[in-house]
């Protein structure tokens, strides 16, 4: 906007000085271009960098075509008003009058945007020298496309990047640069996001249900996302299930993973003492749910003591030989070991 601002300020003192300079004698060598009936342009748009009389005027005739000023930048307007238009014509001899103090040309010049997909081909191996890491994902949240002249020769590139490799956040200035013209300029501001192929859920699989390789997916995901320690390995998360849910297409939190219970709270379970010498089997009551290899609670149905078990198998409890009861039966002496907390 400044940019244009400046433009029409240079317009604007050239067109100031035209009057004085076609009421002083033209000097010698100075080419005047024949009166003639003209008709004005309302709209015009501009190939190029420069507004000419053409651009304002239909009817000139040939070789009498003069050079004004800068155009606009691409993509970019100003407006030429009435006031302006009648110097124009003094000085060069351009036989126009306005029919009303509302004539004017509306000059724009022409310009290709580039797209999204071009801004972010220019940006990846900018950020990658800058330091980025290999894989990123850009961002650009309030994309403006920078437009480029639609006339000539244009190579756009990176002429200025700052990136914070902490919060990935960078702004960059893209540089048109034009054959026998001055550089235009653009910025444009993102975050480079670090990614990652990464293991994920599938599908939506409810909590508790066993998992299964085909559950999992690789996906590229954003490394943000896996600030806790996650599934790496098809082995870590096949036989275990889900505490909570987890939505498809993201990361496992291993803290999520908990195994099946292999006894379940109230069930019915065999008790079973290991011994040098010796194996005693028991029935007994669970009072907690767990997996295999996790400790339980377990009740002797017939004594009311608690002990605590190792969960062998499904259904299946082993109690240390030597082990003493969690709590006595009510109103009996504790039992000094397993063997006395059995049935008799």
Excluded: C, K
């Excluded at 029409?8 to 000085?17: G, S, T």
């Excluded at 080419?31 to 009817?59: H, I, K, Y």
């Excluded at 990136?163 to 960059?172: E, H, L, W």
């Excluded at 907690?288 to 409890?317: F, H, M, W």
Aim: proline share 10%; glycine share 8%; aromatic share 2%.
């Amino acid at each position: 906007m400044n940019a244009v601002r400046a433009r029409l300020l240079l317009l604007a003192v050239l067109l100031a000085i035209l009057p004085a300079a076609s009421s002083a004698a033209s000097p010698p060598g100075a080419v005047t271009v024949p009166a003639r009936a003209v008709t004005l342009r309302p709209f015009a748009s501009v190939g190029g960098a420069v507004v000419r009389l053409s651009d304002l005027w239909d009817g000139l005739d040939a070789g009498t075509d003069r050079a004004l000023g800068p155009a606009p930048l691409p993509g970019a307007r100003f407006t030429v008003e009435s006031a302006q238009l009648v110097a124009i014509a003094r000085q060069f001899g351009i036989e126009w009058h306005p029919a009303s103090a509302s004539d004017q040309a509306v000059v724009m010049r022409e310009g290709r945007p580039m797209t999204r997909e071009a801004v972010l081909a220019l940006l990846r191996p900018a950020l990658l020298a800058g330091g980025a890491p290999q894989g990123i994902e850009i961002d650009l949240p309030a994309f403006v496309a920078p437009v480029l002249p639609a006339d000539g020769t244009v190579r756009p590139e990176v002429a200025q990047l700052d990136y914070d490799p902490v919060t990935g956040r960078f702004a960059a200035v893209i540089s048109a640069v034009i054959e026998g013209a001055e550089p235009l300029h653009s910025r444009v501001a993102g975050t480079a996001i670090a990614m990652a192929d990464m293991l994920v859920l599938a599908r939506r699989v409810p909590p508790g249900t066993l998992l299964d390789v085909s559950d999992l997916a690789t996906a590229h995901v954003r490394l943000a996302a896996t600030h806790v320690a996650v599934v790496e390995l098809p082995e870590q998360a096949r036989g275990m299930a889900l505490r909570h849910p987890v939505a498809p297409g993201q990361p496992i939190p291993l803290a999520d993973l908990v195994r099946p219970p292999a006894v379940v709270r109230g069930a019915l379970v065999a008790m079973q003492l290991d011994g040098p010498g010796l194996t005693l089997t028991a029935q007994a009551q669970a009072m907690d749910d767990g997996a295999v290899g996790e400790r339980i609670r377990v009740l002797n149905p017939a004594s009311r003591a608690v002990l605590s078990a190792l969960i062998d198998a499904p259904g299946r409890v082993h109690v240390l030989a030597g082990s003493a009861p969690l709590v006595p039966a009510a109103g009996v002496r504790p039992p000094a070991t397993f063997a006395e907390a059995l049935p008799r």
